[in-house]
């Protein structure tokens, strides 16, 4: 299982389940997304499995798929 969070910029931050959020820079408020998520891409599961946290902002993304 993996844990979703979310900060006021729209950066979105992937942690496996249990895992404490690692201090980014700043002092960073990230709010837990309420929806459980089981399965992710094989690219976040690396990252994660890695280095222990993903990070994306998800302004980028939306802008890439238009």
């Known amino acids: 299982m993996f844990e979703i969070y979310f900060n006021h910029k729209h950066d979105l931050l992937v942690l496996s389940k249990g895992s404490p959020i ?3 820079g ?5 709010r837990k997304s309420k929806k459980r998520v089981s399965k992710v891409s094989d690219e976040i599961k690396l990252a994660v499995e890695k ?3 993903y990070v994306r902002r998800l302004r980028d993304a939306k802008v890439r798929t238009s």
Request: net charge positive; hydrophobic share 35%; charged share 10%.
């Open 22 to 24: 690692p201090a980014f």
């Open 51 to 53: 280095q222990g946290y």
């Open 26 to 30: 700043s002092s960073i408020k990230w």
